[in-house]
């Protein structure tokens, strides 16, 4: 990594910050970072939508109350009234008693597929079956949840978390857009009035004058394990840290969790066998709506409908639907239906939803036409279709790009206001809306047949709510489970991870790790003495 001066750029201002607040607050500083801490983190689950969390000591002889406490990650944009990570009105606990041990945990799954939001969000029962978690650990469920990042040294790879706007606001500087020179955007640039905070992305410099250096970076993650601190020196500093390995040092691996739920959500509105007013200009068939966008899973609940303004019913055996993407669709993908003259068909993903869920949706009067290899509708840009009979001559296409015009909203179809206008104009389309004029509705929720669906796949990593310090080998600096010349570098760059004379001592000696009691982080005051006198005596 290339070694970056402290002159240089916004990023010397971020890390010199960093440091003095290390100073701060081992020498008094905010009452709450001093005794808040974060031991843990799970920030690339299996599943990394769900239950990235963290683990918090509190230190002190108190309890502290988290409710109103908002978190971010470094490089966030400033909001100017944020809301609330964790809020009691939400979480069925916010509370961390003097000496415990809690996990924060991302318990908002969104409106998901379920009625008006999602009824196993800030279930906190859920989480404690996954893990094991027993009653006792403090569990508290977090909304607005800053997102961890997976990509090494990111500034998403950092939290932290704020009591309140004020202090919040007074971590927020300007800084520069590198895409727009002159132009500066808010941003969180320090953690220095957090109550507790972690940038686990490997780019805590030490060594500030004359040429920063990055501390010894955190553990890299596997995709499924925790990274936890080892209890030993600054949790600051990455090489403390050590990847979470099932039946060590408390750890475990997770299991499956399954919930009542739905394979589709009632958020969706459209009107699929109403046909709009007027009557188009040429007799054949015309696709009168479409859903591309469903808050359903996609592209499984993508649907068109069809409307045939002949005199004559049409037998679609052997056509084919298809985008415009490539590569095309050659051969027939719809295996049987047909569309009576002046009636309509709604063509469906048969592949992924059954007639009688579809059906069950929709309602049971609907003309359904399975299809088969569905093309996969495209969303935010729009798509354009196509449907031809078995000898691959096009009978009915349809544009609906963004560019022209279409409208486009998750969960709502869109349709002509009449069928005599221009198709191709997509102002002439509107989304559908719950009881508007062409009759539009909710669709009905469809229960999962086994009644029962995946919340968290299981076979994550890591000990939450279970905080014990790792005893290893004196002079084990990187704590590889050997004392060796390494070791030596990381002193070096940084005295205040441990004793020379502990590494000149066991040089050489493997490691033979266990758990033991959690002492207070004396080893902070070596790190705070070291930092002194490179942050606080600096001038320009």
């Known amino acids: 990594m290339k070694r970056i001066k402290v002159e240089d750029s916004w990023v010397r201002r971020f890390y010199f910050a960093s440091a003095f607040v290390a100073c701060l607050t081992l020498v008094g500083g ?17 599943d990394d939508n769900v239950w990235e969390w963290i683990e918090v000591r509190n230190t002190g002889g108190s309890s502290v109350d988290l409710n109103g406490y908002l978190g971010f990650n470094l490089g966030d944009i400033e909001l100017t009234a944020p809301n609330p990570t964790i809020n009691n009105a939400l979480a069925q606990n916010t509370v961390i008693g003097a000496g415990q041990v809690a996990v924060i945990y991302d ?31 403090p569990l508290i469920g977090a909304n607005f949840w800053p997102g961890l990042s997976n990509t090494t040294g990111s500034q998403g790879q950092s939290i932290g978390f704020w009591p309140d706007a004020a202090t919040y606001a007074m971590d ?105 007013t007027g009557t188009p200009g040429t007799a054949g068939l015309y696709f009168s709506e479409i859903m591309f966008n469903p808050a359903s899973p996609e592209d499984d609940w993508e649907w068109v409908e069809l409307y045939n303004s002949t005199l004559s019913a049409v037998d679609l055996s052997g056509y084919i639907f298809d985008d415009d993407d490539n590569p095309e669709i050659a051969t027939g993908n719809i295996a049987s239906g047909s569309i009576a003259a002046g009636g309509t068909a709604i063509l469906y993903n048969a592949d992924d939803v059954s007639s009688a869920d579809f059906a069950a949706a929709w309602g049971g009067s609907l003309n359904l036409v399975g299809v088969t290899t569905w093309p996969a509708l495209g969303n935010s840009s729009g798509d354009a279709i196509v449907l031809k009979n078995g000898s691959g001559t096009t009978v009915a296409s349809q544009s609906f790009l963004a560019a022209d015009g279409f409208p486009n909203a998750n969960g709502s179809s869109i349709s002509p206001f009449d069928l005599s206008s221009d198709l191709a104009d997509g102002g002439n389309w509107d989304l559908s809306l719950d009881g508007d004029s062409i009759g539009s509705f909710n669709a009905n929720l469809v229960a999962d047949p086994g009644g029962m669906v995946p919340l968290h796949a299981g076979g994550d990593v890591g000990s939450p709510g279970s905080f014990g310090v790792v005893v290893g080998i004196p002079g084990d600096f990187d704590m590889d489970g050997n004392v060796d010349g390494n070791d030596f570098l990381v002193w070096q760059r940084n005295p205040a991870v441990g004793n020379l004379s502990d590494w000149q001592s066991n040089y050489g000696t493997p490691l033979s790790a266990t758990i033991g009691a959690v002492p207070e982080p004396a080893t902070l005051v070596m790190l705070g003495l070291a930092l002194m006198p490179l942050t606080c005596g600096r001038k320009r």
């Not at 279930?123 to 650990?137: H, K």
Request: aromatic share 10%.
């Open 172 to 276: 927020i500087s300007p800084v520069e857009d590198p895409d727009n020179p002159g132009t500066f955007i808010n941003r969180v640039t320090s953690f220095a009035n957090t109550a507790f905070s972690l940038d686990y992305s490997g780019n805590y410099y030490i060594d500030l004058i004359p040429d920063p250096v990055p501390g010894p970076p955190f553990p890299a993650d596997d995709g499924m394990s925790s990274i936890t601190w080892t209890g030993n020196g600054s949790n600051q500093i990455g090489s403390n840290w050590t990847l979470s390995v099932s039946g060590s040092n408390g750890a475990v691996t997770s299991v499956p969790v399954q919930v009542p739920g739905f394979i589709n959500s009632d958020a969706d509105i459209g009107n699929p066998g109403i046909v709009p």
């Open 30 to 46: 905010n009452t709450a970072f001093a005794q808040l801490e974060i031991t843990e983190v799970m920030f690339n689950p299996i």
């Open 107 to 137: 318990a908002n799954y969104g409106s998901g597929n379920a009625p008006m939001g999602n009824p196993n969000n800030f279930v906190d029962a859920d989480f404690r079956s996954a893990w094991g978690l027993a009653p006792t650990v």
